[in-house]
């Protein structure tokens, strides 16, 4: 019977190795990912993690990011290029976009009161046309 003895060492000690930075997310951005738009499900190209938040920033004037909170899904990203997809995506690209308060359709606050003419044309609000 033979009985086999192994240790690890190191010759320096801990103190004086490097210490590494912390890389692991500026990696997961470099991986090549196949991007299809939510919720259609198009697909629209082949890259990166930051160049695909780049050309979404590009395009839409928002920041873009992996952030859920208060975010807007645009972008899965997967590793292969299976339709149907065969697995889960591996990335999500969400736009912070800002929250419209006054836009057509959508009532706006005042004195208080929902204001029902937004979004009427102007004649039917009672408002002098500019």
Do not use: C, S
């Not at 890259?47 to 920033?57: F, P, Q, R, T, V």
């Not at 975010?71 to 736009?95: D, S």
Request: charged share 20%; proline share 10%; no cysteine.
């Amino acid at each position: 019977m033979v009985t086999l003895i192994t240790t690890a060492f190191t010759a320096f000690p801990k103190k004086t190795l490097p210490k590494e930075a912390p890389r692991a997310k500026e990696e997961a951005k470099q991986i090549m990912l196949y991007w299809y738009t939510y919720p259609y499900d198009f697909y629209n190209d082949y890259k990166n993690i930051a160049d695909e938040e780049y050309e979404l920033w590009a395009m839409y004037g928002f920041p873009v990011n992996q952030t859920i909170g208060g975010g807007t899904l645009l972008m899965r990203g997967y590793i292969n290029n299976a339709n149907p997809h065969n697995q889960l995506p591996y990335v999500f690209l969400y736009g912070h976009f800002p929250f419209m308060v006054d836009g057509p359709g959508r009532p706006t606050e005042q004195n208080g009161k929902p204001d029902e003419q937004v979004g009427k044309p102007v004649e039917q609000a009672g408002r002098q046309p500019q």
